[in-house]
């Protein structure tokens, strides 16, 4: 290889190392929000507080990781994205060691709900991030790889928490998890370059997005409902497995593995139907997912049903969450940051409120009631998509 052909071979190469870091990224803010669905249990046992308690957790951080990304994205609009990022993985960093030595609930409450806020950020810049490393004609590739942080956090990330905590405790899963954001904070000063910010708009032009786009407010919409159902009941994935399947701990772990490389094939078949019809990917993706929940309720006593059910569950979510993710680009091209950043508080917020309506069902109705409302949820989402695709309207979707 001549020299030009190394440099050119760099140059070639190096973006896709900045996407790498970003991916990165979204695997430990991903992981970090929802280690707690695969330690319930023992948080709950470690603090003295009831289940439905330590699914807060999950809930004040997506609270935070909502509501506040709309007005930091706008606020922060001449911040470098580079520069940007790194912060928020800084104080991810720190929020984690804080948790693994926090000796009460309320402070872990606290911290959580800062880290929240760091967490909607970067869900809110990061897919663009990524989009913009690359030539215009990588971008939706680069978008895609990126998404694929979610279904490896599913595979390794929780599940290899949930292990974790069975070798050591859950203090010690969150100090390890304090350690790899810092690993990433150092990937991404190193590997993404400069990245001024780009088509940032303020916060009143953010929140009229909706108003004045019906095809972005008709997304926003489908992933409250499906991100409200799906996280409903994923949330509690752990105490209804163990209360219907007898599961371990270990099982536990199989199972929560068995999701994510769903999530994953979900994520690698999604890609080129998404490209060609993303309203269809997200119709069959609900509509595979409702049926999981179905399953889940009749066939998750046994061992080998529940793997099966969380295998589907996980390729239905995958399918989902890329095309979602389209939607929202292609309803909003010009303005795709501040779209995404309405679409990380429409699914942050939910994913609070879900962890919150499914506590109060688990902890008053039991663990099944829960996955009821997430096929309640869920169908909701399917439908009111399908009833969009078969109006008649001027402006399509996608």
Same mark, same amino acid.
């Given at each position: 290889?001549?020299?030009?052909?190394?440099?050119?071979?760099?140059?070639?190469?190096?973006?896709?190392?900045?996407?790498?870091?970003?991916?990165?990224?979204?695997?430990?803010?991903?992981?970090?929000?929802?280690?707690?669905?695969?330690?319930?249990?023992?948080?709950?046992?470690?603090?003295?507080?009831?289940?439905?308690?330590?699914?807060?957790?999950?809930?004040?951080?997506?609270?935070?990781?909502?509501?506040?990304?709309?007005?930091?994205?706008?606020?922060?609009?001449?911040?470098? $994205?580079? @520069? &940007?990022? *790194?912060?928020? =993985?800084? +104080? %991810?960093?720190?929020?984690?060691?804080? !948790?693994? /030595?926090? #000796?009460?609930?309320?402070?872990?409450?606290?911290?959580?709900?800062?880290?929240?806020?760091?967490?909607?950020?970067?869900?809110?810049?990061?897919?663009?991030m990524a989009m913009r490393l690359?030539?215009?004609?990588?971008?939706?590739?680069?978008?895609?790889?990126?998404?694929?942080?979610?279904?490896?956090?599913?595979?390794?990330?929780?599940?290899?928490?949930?292990?974790?905590?069975?070798?050591?405790?859950?203090?010690t899963t969150f100090l390890i998890?304090?350690?790899?954001?810092?690993?990433?904070?150092?990937?991404?000063?190193?590997?993404?370059?400069?990245?001024?910010?780009?088509?940032?708009?303020?916060?009143?032009?953010?929140?009229?997005?909706?108003?004045?786009?019906?095809?972005? $407010?008709? @997304? &926003?919409? *489908?992933?409250? =409902?499906? +991100? %409200?159902?799906?996280?409903?009941?994923? !949330?509690? /994935?752990? #105490?209804?497995?163990?209360?219907?399947?007898?599961?371990?701990?270990?099982?536990?772990?199989?199972?929560?593995?068995?999701?994510?490389?769903?999530?994953?094939?979900?994520?690698?078949?999604?890609?080129?139907?998404?490209?060609?019809?993303?309203?269809?990917?997200?119709?069959?993706?609900?509509?595979?997912?409702?049926?999981?929940?179905?399953?889940?309720?009749?066939?998750?006593?046994?061992?080998?049903?529940?793997?099966?059910?969380?295998?589907?569950?996980?390729?239905?979510?995958?399918?989902?969450?890329?095309?979602?993710?389209?939607?929202?680009?292609?309803?909003?091209?010009?303005?795709?940051?501040?779209?995404?950043?309405?679409?990380?508080?429409?699914?942050?917020?939910?994913?609070?409120?879900?962890? &919150?309506?499914?506590?109060?069902?688990?902890?008053?109705?039991g663990v099944s009631s829960v996955?009821?409302?997430?096929?309640?949820?869920?169908?909701?989402?399917?439908?009111?998509?399908?009833?969009?695709?078969?109006?008649?309207?001027?402006?399509?979707?996608?």
């Amino acid at each position: 290889m001549t020299l030009q052909q190394e440099v050119r071979h760099e140059s070639a190469v190096r973006p896709w190392l900045g996407v790498a870091a970003i991916t990165a990224s979204l695997f430990v803010f991903l992981t970090t929000e929802l280690m707690p669905v695969g330690l319930l249990t023992p948080i709950s046992a470690g603090l003295d507080i009831s289940v439905g308690a330590a699914g807060l957790m999950v809930t004040l951080m997506g609270v935070s990781a909502g509501l506040g990304v709309p007005f930091i994205v706008a606020w922060t609009r001449r911040v470098n $994205r580079r @520069v &940007l990022l *790194a912060t928020l =993985l800084a +104080v %991810l960093t720190l929020g984690n060691l804080i !948790t693994a /030595v926090s #000796p009460s609930y309320p402070l872990v409450l606290g911290t959580r709900l800062v880290m929240g806020f760091a967490s909607g950020v970067f869900w809110g810049i990061g897919v663009a991030m990524a989009m913009r490393l690359v030539p215009e004609r990588h971008a939706s590739r680069a978008a895609s790889v990126v998404m694929s942080g979610i279904s490896i956090g599913a595979v390794a990330g929780i599940p290899l928490g949930t292990a974790l905590e069975s070798l050591t405790d859950w203090r010690t899963t969150f100090l390890i998890w304090s350690g790899l954001s810092a690993l990433v904070f150092v990937a991404v000063a190193v590997l993404v370059p400069s990245l001024p910010s780009a088509n940032a708009v303020s916060v009143r032009e953010v929140f009229l997005l909706p108003l004045r786009n019906g095809p972005l $407010r008709l @997304v &926003l919409t *489908a992933v409250v =409902l499906f +991100v %409200l159902g799906h996280f409903g009941a994923y !949330t509690f /994935v752990r #105490p209804f497995l163990e209360e219907h399947a007898g599961a371990t701990p270990l099982f536990v772990t199989i199972t929560l593995m068995a999701y994510g490389a769903g999530g994953a094939i979900g994520n690698l078949v999604a890609g080129p139907v998404v490209a060609r019809n993303a309203r269809g990917g997200f119709l069959a993706g609900s509509a595979g997912l409702v049926a999981s929940l179905l399953a889940l309720l009749f066939l998750g006593q046994s061992a080998a049903g529940a793997v099966v059910t969380l295998v589907v569950w996980g390729v239905a979510f995958g399918v989902v969450q890329l095309s979602q993710v389209t939607m929202t680009q292609a309803a909003a091209p010009e303005t795709f940051e501040a779209a995404m950043s309405l679409n990380t508080m429409a699914y942050n917020t939910s994913i609070a409120l879900g962890a &919150l309506v499914g506590g109060v069902f688990a902890d008053r109705l039991g663990v099944s009631s829960v996955v009821w409302f997430g096929i309640g949820l869920t169908a909701a989402a399917l439908l009111l998509v399908l009833a969009a695709q078969t109006s008649r309207t001027r402006r399509p979707l996608v």
